[in-house]
């Protein structure tokens, strides 16, 4: 199965900074990587498919890039609606694993 | 508009079984493969299983394989997971989600969840 890790686990930041979250998958994943946002109590939400997609309606301050085995989420100009968790997923084979999770806070 | 209601969920014994619901309107739900994820207290997301838009193909992660069983009834847009044998690791809450299409893995409308909480 292809592991997922995620850096870093945390991360506090202030409204307005540019944010960047880390993927590593455990093998090549070409650019079959997906990103979620989810809040406490919500349902997970998918901001990002095959590594730099925005789904539609998510703010363009979101940007994703990366392949391989190595990606990035990017927030320009962190907003409020913002804190939560990010995960991302690989969608290359089953078992489509999730990464552990990135938790963004306020600063 | 896109909906996803799970249900099914409570205060269940070890060693006891639960079916989970997942009633899908707004979509054709026959065309889409669907998925459970879970989240256990505390924890992140964690994948459970998928079974594709006609049933004919099913996967689970390694961690449930045997206890866990997904399904599906497409004349009443409902997914089920059954879970056997629950163990205090399976409480979690249980999310359903659609899949843009069977083998994409690109799970892009997630229900609100339902909540097994397995305890004596």
């Not at chain 1, 995620?6 to 540019?18: I, K, M, N």
């Amino acid at each position: 199965d292809i592991q997922m890790t995620q850096s870093p686990s945390s991360l506090s930041a202030s409204v307005g900074d540019r944010v960047t979250i880390t993927c590593r998958a455990s093998q090549s994943i070409s650019r079959y990587l997906n990103w979620y946002q989810h809040k406490p109590g919500k349902a997970p939400k998918l901001l990002i498919y095959t590594a730099s997609t925005l789904q539609n309606g998510v703010p363009s301050r979101f940007s994703g890039s990366g392949s391989g085995t190595d990606f990035t989420l990017t927030i320009s100009g962190l907003q409020p609606e913002d804190f939560a968790t990010y995960y991302c997923q690989q969608s290359y084979v089953a078992p489509p694993e999730f990464g552990p999770g990135t938790k963004v806070d306020i600063k | 508009q896109v909906q996803l209601v799970e249900s099914g969920g409570g205060v269940v014994q070890p060693g006891r079984s639960l079916r989970l619901s997942c009633v899908a309107s707004g979509f054709t739900f026959s065309s889409h493969a669907m998925h459970w994820v879970r989240q256990a207290p505390g924890k992140g997301l964690e994948w459970v299983a998928v079974i594709w838009y006609d049933g004919s193909k099913k996967y689970y992660a390694d961690s449930v394989k045997g206890r866990l069983t997904i399904s599906r009834d497409n004349s009443e847009n409902t997914l089920f997971l059954q879970v056997n044998s629950l163990r205090a690791e399976d409480t979690a809450v249980y999310y359903c989600a659609r899949d843009l299409e069977s083998g994409f893995y690109r799970l892009d409308y997630w229900g609100q969840g339902t909540l097994v909480t397995v305890s004596s």
